[in-house]
T-cell receptor, first 117, second 111 residues
C-alpha cells in the first residue's frame, strides 16, 4: 500500500544535540512538507519542497534544516539552535498543480514525537 | 495572506446528538477548503474538501460541510455523532499558494 512512513515514532534528545527525523513516501508525489504541531496551535509549516533538490522555508524554519536528494525522501534535522523543539512533527506529501487536480490534498504520515530532556 | 479561525477549541457532546464545528477563513483570492481529522497520536486524514461546484460536500462517515462565501465559513456538521468520532478536527484553506490550517477543534463524544 502507498503511504508515508515517518521514523522514529518517539525520540528523546538532550539539549544541544541535533536530531534527524525521517520521512519516506511511495506515492510518487512531487511535493513534501514538514509541519510542527503544538497543543492549541494547529499545524505550522516548517519547510516544503515541490521538486527534488529544491526546498523553501515555511513559517517557522529557524532552527531546522532539510534536504531533498530523492523524490521519495525529505528528512528534517532539528538543530541545537531550535529553542523549543519538544513537539509532534508531521510529514506530508501531495501532488503539485491546480487544486482541482488533487494538488494540495495532503497525505500525512503518523508523526514523530520529539522530547527534549 | 490567508488565515483560518476555528472558533471552538473543544466541543463536548453526547453520543447521538448533532454537532457543528465552526470554521471561518479570510483570503483575498478564491479559496479551496478542507477538513482533516486526527485521531490520538496519529497523522491527519482528509475528511472532505470543497474545490468547486456544489457548496455542500459530504464525507463517507456522515459528516458534511457547507461553503458559504458571503459569510466566509466552512462549518462541519454531523446530525448524530458516535463515540468513534472523538478526535481533533482541523479546517484548512488554500488561497494563492500554500495550505493554512486552523488551530483545531477537539470533539469529545460522551456516552
Amino acid at each position: 500500500d502507498g503511504g508515508i512512513t515517518q521514523s522514529p515514532k518517539y525520540l528523546f534528545r538532550k539539549e544541544g544535540q541535533n536530531v534527524t527525523l525521517s520521512c519516506e513516501q511511495n506515492l510518487n508525489h512531487d511535493a513534501m512538507y514538514w509541519y510542527r504541531q503544538d497543543p492549541g496551535q494547529g499545524l505550522r509549516l516548517i519547510y516544503y519542497s515541490q521538486i527534488v533538490n529544491d526546498f523553501q522555508k515555511g513559517d517557522i524554519a529557524e532552527g531546522y534544516s532539510v534536504s531533498r536528494e530523492k523524490k521519495e525522501s525529505f528528512p528534517l534535522t532539528v538543530t541545537s539552535a531550535q529553542k523549543n523543539p519538544t513537539a509532534f512533527y508531521l510529514c506530508a506529501s501531495s501532488m503539485t498543480g491546480q487544486p482541482r487536480s488533487g494538488a494540495n490534498v495532503l497525505t500525512f504520515g503518523a508523526g514523530s514525537r520529539l522530547t527534549v530532556l | 495572506a490567508q488565515s483560518v479561525t476555528q472558533l471552538d477549541s473543544q466541543v463536548p457532546v453526547f453520543e447521538e446528538a448533532p454537532v457543528e464545528l465552526r470554521c471561518n477563513y479570510s483570503s483575498s483570492v478564491s479559496v479551496y477548503l478542507f477538513w482533516y481529522v486526527q485521531y490520538p497520536n496519529q497523522g491527519l486524514q482528509l475528511l472532505l474538501k470543497y474545490l468547486s461546484g456544489s457548496t455542500l460536500v459530504e464525507s463517507i462517515n456522515g459528516f458534511e460541510a457547507e461553503f458559504n462565501k458571503s459569510q466566509t465559513s466552512f462549518h462541519l456538521r454531523k446530525p448524530s455523532v458516535h463515540i468513534s468520532d472523538t478526535a481533533e478536527y482541523f479546517c484548512a484553506v488554500r488561497g494563492s499558494n500554500m495550505l493554512t490550517f486552523g488551530g483545531g477543534t477537539r470533539l469529545m463524544v460522551k456516552p
